[in-house]
């Protein structure tokens, strides 16, 4: 008798939450980037905020964005509706959502270059 | 002290580019005998990536103030409001895939599972390939920091 193995499909319940996390995650850092920088009351706060005892926006925002990361991730994983997102079709948001981040935080700091 | 603080961050920077290169080249011979690899190598590549986001921070906060105020002061100023700017930003997008990683890889068992290799080549492809430019980039802002002490000469 002849055991058949099927290759899996699909990505673990994790591995889509924690997905669809980072590409959210990776498009609220650039929009953060942008927001901080052009609205001074924002970034004033986040140079306000003390973390072990230090004091610097960028401190804050990386925080920031690995909390997120990592709350939405939970969420996510956590949720009872089924992804069912492929690896490819993740990694294809992925790969935009890193590409358009970076062209978009790039693109604001040469505009300003300019101004 | 201070320039080895500054050589730590793009030292360990490139650890977790090596460490990313392996799990892209271990999962492309991916087999029921090296997932443990797989699985050190990925943890390994977040660990770096972490380190990275700690030295730099540290030597951004404590001693970057200096090397800023001489390049702006030099003919190479976009080396910080353009270059440096979007460094320190971009870098949150590498970590974020770089602590991503590990849950791809100790998720899935990438031996049958097709779908999950291919999201691990292209989170690990922009991993590389994102860490390569900004080390580039903070070339180019240490030159710039020689430019200013050079005169512009």
Redesign the interface.
């Known amino acids: 008798m002849t055991t058949t193995?099927y290759?899996?499909?699909?990505?673990?319940r994790?591995?889509s939450g924690?997905?669809i996390s980072?590409v959210i995650?990776?498009v609220a850092?650039?929009l953060l980037?942008i927001m901080k920088e052009s609205y001074p009351p924002l970034l004033s706060f986040m140079k306000s905020i003390s973390i072990l005892g230090?004091k610097?926006h960028?401190?804050v925002?990386?925080l920031a964005?690995?909390i997120l990361?990592y709350l939405l991730?939970w969420l996510f994983s956590s949720s009872r509706r089924d992804t069912n997102i492929?690896?490819?079709s993740?990694?294809?948001i992925?790969?935009w959502a890193?590409v358009l981040?970076?062209l978009g935080?790039?693109g604001f700091?040469?505009m300003?270059?300019f101004k | 002290m201070k320039e080895f603080i500054l050589f730590l961050h793009p030292m360990f920077a490139v650890f977790g580019v090596i460490a990313t290169v392996w799990v892209l080249v271990e999962v492309l011979n991916a087999s029921e005998k090296n997932l443990k690899r797989i699985s050190a190598a990925s943890i390994t590549a977040a660990l770096f990536m972490v380190l990275t986001w700690i030295t730099s921070g540290y030597w951004y906060i404590v001693y970057y103030a200096t090397d800023k105020a001489l390049i702006l002061k030099g003919p190479w100023a976009f080396a910080h409001t353009l270059v440096m700017e979007t460094k320190e930003h971009v870098f949150f997008s590498i970590l974020i895939l770089a602590l991503f990683l590990p849950m791809i890889t100790l998720r899935n068992n990438l031996a049958t599972n097709a779908s999950a290799r291919k999201l691990v080549y292209v989170v690990a492809v922009l991993i590389i390939l994102s860490s390569l430019a900004l080390e580039g980039a903070g070339a180019l802002i240490s030159f710039a920091v020689r430019m200013s002490l050079l005169g512009g000469a």
């Open positions: 193995i290759p899996e499909s699909g990505l673990n994790i591995t924690f997905g980072a995650t990776l850092s650039m980037t230090v610097h960028w401190l925002h990386g964005i690995v990361f991730g492929s690896g490819a993740l990694a294809t992925l790969a890193t981040s970076s935080i790039f700091y040469l300003e270059l």
